[in-house]
């Protein structure tokens, strides 16, 4: 959400900012003169032309400004996306050096921030929200950052992407291999990760999400076994009556009636 907006040029002789502790973070960009952070108790930060700085809440700082009046735009978020709040975490605060183009991009992005900002309509928050992204991955352009996700929940990433892209393509039957490399994994890796995610393998895992779009096709159509069984993946519905049958301990036709008698009592 954005707090604070503003724009132009600002006589920092007249006005200036003093050092102090801010709610949110701050987007400063100096698009024309010369300007610079201040932080009290560290050295002079040098005066620079064409720069951004992203700098996170409860930072005690001020700015100043060369002898020109410079001409900047200023923006203070609630939140910013995880990958800024990494880029600042290195050393207290993100700033990079911008070229022209790039501040032609963000002067646009400030006008859609603006905009939508001060409208109240019922998608002005997503529009918000999809201005500070794009505003992020302006800055972050040619950044490198360190991968501090854990490996704990790249492997739950991974086992969820791997859940959603079976379902989607269960009626064709997928194989452990091709799941596998939907998510560029082999086999074997993908069943060490489904151990040690979900304590089974994604064969079992893969069954129980047939089972279960099985029971509910059973439950809310007419559909033969035949027609429910190739939408979960069976190859004929006397594959399907056996692989149900052995999981629930009763066949898919049984299944049914007892759940429709439930129903109808």
Aim: charged share 25%.
């Amino acid at each position: 959400m954005v707090r604070y907006l503003a724009c132009g040029y600002r006589d920092f002789k007249k006005h200036p900012v003093p050092v102090g502790e801010r709610l949110n973070w701050e987007f400063y960009v100096v698009a024309d003169g010369q300007m610079a952070p201040v932080f009290p108790d560290s050295p002079e930060c040098p005066l620079e032309r064409q720069y951004a700085w992203v700098i996170p809440p409860g930072l005690a700082y001020g700015w100043r400004s060369g002898t020109e009046k410079p001409k900047r735009y200023v923006v203070h978020f609630t939140s910013v996306p995880n990958a800024l709040k990494q880029a600042a975490d290195e050393r207290g605060y993100f700033g990079r050096k911008l070229d022209e183009h790039e501040i032609e991009q963000i002067e646009k992005l400030y006008l859609r921030l603006e905009r939508h900002a001060l409208s109240f309509s019922p998608l002005s928050e997503l529009k918000v929200e999809k201005a500070a992204i794009d505003l992020a991955l302006l800055l972050l352009t040619g950044v490198k950052l360190v991968n501090k996700i854990p490996l704990d929940k790249v492997d739950q990433q991974r086992v969820e992407s791997v859940l959603v892209w079976y379902r989607e393509h269960m009626s064709e039957c997928p194989t452990i291999d091709a799941a596998a490399s939907a998510i560029n994994l082999s086999a074997g890796h993908l069943r060490r990760t489904f151990q040690r995610v979900r304590g089974c393998s994604p064969h079992d895992a893969f069954i129980a999400m047939r089972l279960a779009h099985a029971k509910e096709l059973l439950s809310s159509t007419s559909q033969d076994l035949l027609q429910i069984g190739r939408q979960c993946g069976f190859r004929s519905d006397s594959d399907f009556c056996r692989v149900f049958a052995k999981y629930t301990g009763i066949s898919p036709h049984k299944w049914r009636t007892h759940i429709t008698k439930q129903e109808a009592s």
